[in-house]
């Protein structure tokens, strides 16, 4: 009776199991993937220390992915330095869906998000390979277990993939499918069994509501070397409060403009990148959680 009363209750050593294997991925401590476990878990509340209006749980994923050892870091840019799946899969993690409402929606949202970005990848590598980085540059920047290395050797092949969004859907899809239908017979198998995975998902998933979170991941990695302004950032156009919700991108250099939504208007508003305001707009609600 005393060791069945002693014995802990199983969601309770199920929390536990989840947290260390979350410890054990991410490459940070206990406590920390802890906090972050909570803030997954539906009964998961923020820490009271937490910045009012911000987005706790991004903030709290930006904190581990900050606090990764430097062999959690390495096998971050290796897989970030594989395309087309890897990046791919590596953009979606890093930057997760925005969880704070405002009145231009759900940013970085999309179950299919993993997918798009590896087939625009794909594109540009059937259509313009010389924009591929060289496999030993890569080689090399993944080992400095620095992301922002790797996206300086992809940082031509990011913005041509930012590019392709701006064109019409249906001539992007069929982009798209002939891509992955000359991948399928590339003598490289690794080429061929990401076309044919790429080839199910596109025949079977519906992918459309996935594009704009497609369009926030890639204009936030684009954003960084320049400090400009990512999706999601809150801004003051003409006094008034407002979220970005996207940039604009000329062949080189940072945005020349943002694409806006103003707090209670309807439509967005194209402004360029000068006439914002950054950091004193005031932070949406959280959604509860």
């Given at each position: 009776?005393?060791?069945?009363?002693?014995?802990?209750?199983?969601?309770?050593?199920?929390?536990?199991?989840?947290?260390?294997?979350?410890?054990?991925?991410?490459?940070?401590?206990?406590?920390?993937?802890?906090?972050?476990?909570?803030?997954?878990?539906?009964?998961?509340?923020?820490?009271?220390?937490?910045?009012?209006?911000?987005?706790?749980?991004?903030?709290?994923?930006?904190?581990?992915?900050?606090?990764?050892?430097?062999?959690?870091?390495?096998?971050?840019?290796?897989?970030?330095?594989?395309?087309?799946l890897g990046r791919a899969e590596h953009l979606v993690r890093r930057f997760p869906p925005l969880r704070a409402i405002t009145a231009a929606g759900?940013?970085?949202?999309?179950?299919?998000?993993?997918?798009?970005?590896?087939?625009?990848?794909?594109?540009?590598?059937?259509?313009?390979?010389?924009?591929?980085?060289?496999?030993?540059?890569?080689?090399?920047?993944?080992?400095?277990?620095?992301?922002?290395?790797?996206?300086?050797?992809?940082?031509?092949?990011?913005?041509?993939?930012?590019?392709?969004?701006?064109?019409?859907?249906?001539?992007?899809?069929?982009?798209?499918?002939?891509?992955?239908?000359?991948?399928?017979?590339?003598?490289?198998?690794?080429?061929?069994?990401?076309?044919?995975?790429?080839?199910?998902?596109?025949?079977?998933?519906?992918?459309?509501?996935?594009?704009?979170?497609?369009?926030?991941?890639?204009?936030?990695?684009?954003?960084?070397?320049?400090?400009?302004?990512?999706?999601?950032?809150?801004?003051?156009?003409?006094?008034?409060?407002?979220?970005?919700?996207?940039a604009e991108w000329e062949l080189t250099g940072p945005p020349a403009r943002y694409r806006v939504r103003v707090d209670n208007e309807p439509l967005?508003?194209?402004?360029?990148?000068?006439?914002?305001?950054?950091?004193?707009a005031p932070e949406p609600d959280l959604i509860p959680g």
């Amino acid at each position: 009776m005393t060791a069945t009363r002693n014995r802990r209750p199983v969601p309770d050593r199920a929390r536990k199991r989840a947290i260390r294997a979350l410890a054990a991925e991410l490459g940070v401590a206990y406590s920390v993937a802890a906090r972050l476990h909570a803030a997954q878990t539906p009964s998961g509340r923020p820490p009271a220390e937490s910045p009012a209006g911000a987005d706790e749980h991004r903030a709290w994923m930006s904190e581990a992915r900050a606090g990764r050892t430097f062999h959690a870091r390495v096998n971050d840019t290796r897989l970030a330095a594989g395309l087309p799946l890897g990046r791919a899969e590596h953009l979606v993690r890093r930057f997760p869906p925005l969880r704070a409402i405002t009145a231009a929606g759900p940013l970085y949202a999309g179950e299919g998000r993993e997918t798009i970005i590896a087939m625009l990848y794909a594109v540009l590598a059937h259509e313009s390979p010389a924009l591929l980085p060289p496999p030993d540059e890569l080689t090399w920047a993944a080992e400095l277990g620095e992301e922002a290395a790797v996206d300086i050797a992809c940082a031509a092949l990011d913005r041509a993939a930012r590019q392709l969004l701006d064109q019409g859907r249906w001539q992007l899809w069929a982009r798209v499918e002939t891509a992955l239908t000359a991948g399928e017979s590339d003598p490289d198998r690794r080429v061929r069994d990401a076309a044919g995975a790429l080839g199910r998902e596109l025949r079977s998933t519906s992918l459309r509501g996935s594009l704009e979170g497609v369009r926030h991941i890639l204009d936030a990695v684009l954003v960084e070397p320049f400090g400009a302004l990512a999706p999601g950032i809150r801004v003051r156009v003409d006094g008034q409060a407002a979220t970005v919700i996207g940039a604009e991108w000329e062949l080189t250099g940072p945005p020349a403009r943002y694409r806006v939504r103003v707090d209670n208007e309807p439509l967005n508003r194209i402004v360029p990148a000068a006439e914002l305001d950054a950091g004193t707009a005031p932070e949406p609600d959280l959604i509860p959680g």
